[in-house]
């Protein structure tokens, strides 16, 4: 006869999982609210104010790259040089 240990057999296993799912889909929710907000108010509390007439695309992201933190990777292939 060969023994099952209590907390893999029966109700109790099914019970175990349940659990864990439980606290793996909280931990998730968790930290993605958290994240969530966590942007939401940096990109809210980041300001930029430009007066410019006649700019090109390139120009205007040196100057917000030089007045902020954030980075611009394009090809300038895509862009209108007209504009």
Request: no cysteine; glycine share 2%.
């Amino acid at each position: 006869m060969k023994k099952t240990k209590w907390f893999l057999s029966g109700i109790r296993h099914t019970l175990i999982l349940k659990i864990l799912r439980i606290m793996k889909l909280t931990t998730v929710l968790l930290f993605s609210t958290t994240m969530l907000v966590s942007a939401s108010l940096y990109s809210q509390s980041t300001r930029l104010t430009f007066n410019l007439n006649d700019i090109s695309y390139v120009d205007l992201f040196q100057m917000i790259e030089r007045q902020s933190e954030f980075r611009f990777a394009f090809s300038s292939s895509k862009f209108d040089p007209n504009k």
